[in-house]
Each structure stands twice: as C-alpha cells, then as structure tokens.
C-alpha cells in the first residue's frame, strides 16, 4: 500500500510562517497478518516527498493494530528511535511520533485522520518522554 499527503505550515507566535510543509509525501506500507497471533502488523517508510528540507530521510514506523470495522480502516503506528524536528535559530533536535491513524467515509467523501503523539527523545540514553508542545492533528477530506 503506498499513500501520499499534502502537508502543511508550522507557524511562529506572530501567526507568520515558520517552516514549509507543503508539499506531496508519498509512504510506503508494508503489512502482514502474523501466524502466531493473527494480527495485521508491518512497517512504514517515506519513498519520496516535494518537501523542501522535509526530516523523514532514514526513519522507519512499527505498524500495528490493523483494523477493518464499521467501514473504517485505522491502524497505530510507532516510529522506531527518533527524527530531527526543526527549532530556533536553524538547529534541529531529536523528536519520535507515534501515530493512530484512520481512514473513514464521511457523507459518501473519504476522509483521513491522523493523531500524533509527540515525544522528546534522549539520543544518548536512548529515551523518550511524552513532549510538553502539542503537534496538532491531520485531518483531510476527499473533495
């Protein structure tokens, strides 16, 4: 399965842009139904994105959780060690999401949610804590 998004802008207090989100990023999933448990699991990976200076390079996702009900598809995801996550003054630091995802009909329109969870991540230990700063959720519709 391979799926693609339109991203968005983070911006600063002023209400001005920060960072440049727009763009096309297209993920790769792979899944498998494991024997042991029948479970749906699997993982996640960028393949492209028109994202200038985009922090997905080399960063892979734990897929689990599958569920097909009530005509919605929704999964979790876990990334595995962490990401750059841009910050002042031009510096970076280290961040992981972890994601419940899910896809729905809405009035006969598809729609796709995704609601993050965000950490900060400790490179040296290595260790995450459940972040202060909110990343808001993703929410689109077909038209």
């Known amino acids: 399965m391979v799926i693609g998004f339109l ?4 911006l600063d207090k002023r209400g001005e842009v920060k960072k440049d989100f727009s763009g096309v990023s ?5 899944l498998a139904e494991r024997k042991s ?14 994202v200038s200076d985009h922090t997905m390079e080399g960063i892979a996702y734990g897929v689990y959780d599958l569920q097909l009900e009530n005509s919605q598809l929704s999964w979790k995801e876990q990334q595995m060690l962490y990401r750059d996550m841009p910050a002042d003054n031009d510096n970076h630091r280290p961040v992981a999401f972890d994601a ?8 006969g329109k598809l729609r796709f949610e995704y609601i993050p969870a965000y950490y900060d991540f400790e490179p040296d230990k290595p260790a995450r804590t459940l972040s202060k700063d909110q990343h808001p959720p993703f929410v689109t519709k077909e038209r």
């Not at 297209?26 to 792979?30: A, I, L, N, T």
């Not at 419940?100 to 009035?107: A, C, D, P, Q, S």
């Open 7 to 10: 991203m968005d802008y983070v």
């Open 26 to 30: 297209v993920f790769r999933y792979e």
């Open 37 to 50: 448990t029948f479970w749906g699991t699997g993982i996640m990976k960028l393949v492209s994105s028109t």
């Open 100 to 107: 419940k995802v899910r896809f729905y009909l809405e009035n």
